[in-house]
Structure formats: structure tokens, C-alpha cells
Nanobody, 122 residues
Framework: VQLQASGGGSVQAGGSLRLSCAASGRTWNVYVISWFRQAPGKGREFIAAITWSSGTSLYADSVKGRFTISRNSAENTVYLEMNSLKPEDTAVYYC????????????????WGQGTLVTVSS
């Protein structure tokens, strides 16, 4: 499975961005796709997850109510809609996938896309 993340950019606080994660290859094996982020000098943090078949979603408390994860099965793409962005949301955002539910630890995910940088200015 190959993942391609895109959509990052620079935005002012309070603004919005939509990230995309396009999956290709053996996508029929994918059970879950998640978003993580990594701020400078920090570890990789779980943001949101969605199951590929049912669309069940899970969010970190830090983004609940502001971010929305969704998927378009026909396009093999997962989206992360980010609203009310804050400077502390500044990070490199990664999408990751696995063939089963592996939780929120980045160490458990088998497939990773390259990161896309989100910068939120105050």
C-alpha cells in the first residue's frame, strides 16, 4: 500500500485547511487509515482515524470538534478537514494505514505516507 499526503500550507489562526491522503496498491487490505502529526522537537501524535469499510472515526481530544476525518472509497482517498486552526496545530502531518485496528500508537502502523507541512501563524 502506498500513501500520498497533500494539502498542507500556511494559514492564519482561525483558518481552515483540508489534507488529503491518496491510497494506491493493495488497498483492499486496508482496514484503517489514520492521521498523525509531528511538531518540531516532539514525538508523533495521533490525530484521527477512520475505518475503511464502515467509516467509523476516532479523534484525539486535542482536535475533537475542530477536525473531521472522512473517506471517499471510490477515489481511495481519506481527508482531514481542519477548522479553527491554532498555532499549536503547526506540524508535519502524516497519514498511515494498517490491515487491522492497531490503535493510536504510530509504532504499530505498517504503511506511511510522506508528510505535509501545516503552519498556523498567530
Amino acid at each position: 500500500v502506498q500513501l500520498q499526503a497533500s494539502g498542507g500550507g500556511s494559514v492564519q489562526a482561525g483558518g481552515s485547511l483540508r489534507l488529503s491522503c491518496a491510497a494506491s496498491g493493495r488497498t483492499w487490505n486496508v482496514y484503517v487509515i489514520s492521521w498523525f502529526r509531528q511538531a518540531p522537537g516532539k514525538g508523533r501524535e495521533f490525530i484521527a482515524a477512520i475505518t475503511w469499510s464502515s467509516g467509523t472515526s476516532l479523534y484525539a481530544d486535542s482536535v475533537k470538534g475542530r477536525f473531521t476525518i472522512s473517506r471517499n472509497s471510490a477515489e481511495n482517498t481519506v481527508y482531514l478537514e481542519m477548522n479553527s486552526l491554532k498555532p499549536e496545530d503547526t506540524a508535519v502531518y502524516y497519514c498511515a494505514a494498517d490491515r487491522e485496528w492497531v490503535g493510536v500508537s504510530p509504532d504499530k502502523y505498517d504503511y506511511w505516507g510522506q508528510g505535509t507541512l501545516v503552519t498556523v501563524s498567530s
